[in-house]
């Protein structure tokens, strides 16, 4: 990832929610996010609508669904995603957010949906900051934070924002979100607690 890109991932994160009328604690459905931005979101089950083969949709839902989660494709002068509504909801909503984190980010189509070997060629730079900024756009880091001072476990997050457990203990933890409680506490404590000054 570029230098700096954290905080400004961070920032961009809490200016697109505000735009679209969310605080950094509200649930943000990503399909909701992509409408907004004009970017229509397709189901891979109706792709046979669109010229898929029965045997490559039969494969991508079923055998190959780990292979394919969703994709971000260029259509004349706008964008479509396509996504594999094979997949838990959790794992869709974070797919869409990831998709939708290209647009945000403004990446360029420099990589192919499907490369020379059958698998998706991919620029590790830029799906390292989609991913970063998904993370940011399901959970920002400030709602990371007051839900840890709060003491809310990692299921008890991933049920709040419809995420995965996976995704919310990551996001918990390289925010440093649970590291600043525990260090607020201490210092609450030791305000609290400490023996009254001598007059």
Request: charged share 25%; aromatic share 6%; with cysteine.
């Amino acid at each position: 990832m570029r230098r700096g890109f954290k905080a400004h991932a961070t920032r961009l994160a809490i200016e697109v929610r505000y735009e679209i009328g969310l605080d950094p604690h509200a649930v943000l459905d990503p399909v909701d996010l992509a409408h907004e931005y004009g970017i229509p979101v397709y189901p891979l089950s109706e792709a046979v609508n669109f010229g898929c083969s029965a045997s490559a949709l039969e494969y991508f839902s079923d055998p190959g669904r780990k292979s394919f989660s969703a994709a971000l494709v260029p259509d004349g002068t706008g964008r479509f995603i396509i996504e594999n509504d094979r997949h838990a909801a959790t794992r869709r909503r974070s797919n869409i957010a990831h998709e939708m984190a290209h647009v945000l980010l403004e990446h360029s189509f420099t990589t192919l949906i499907l490369g020379a070997e059958g698998c998706r060629a991919v620029d590790p730079d830029t799906e390292s900051e989609a991913d970063w900024f998904a993370g940011e756009l399901l959970i920002p880091s400030d709602a990371a934070r007051l839900l840890a001072l709060k003491g809310l476990n990692n299921d008890a997050i991933a049920r709040h924002f419809g995420i995965s457990e996976q995704l919310a203990a990551m996001r918990m933890n390289v925010t440093g979100a649970r590291k600043l409680a525990a260090r607020t506490r201490d210092s609450r404590q030791k305000l609290h607690g400490g023996s009254a000054p001598k007059t």
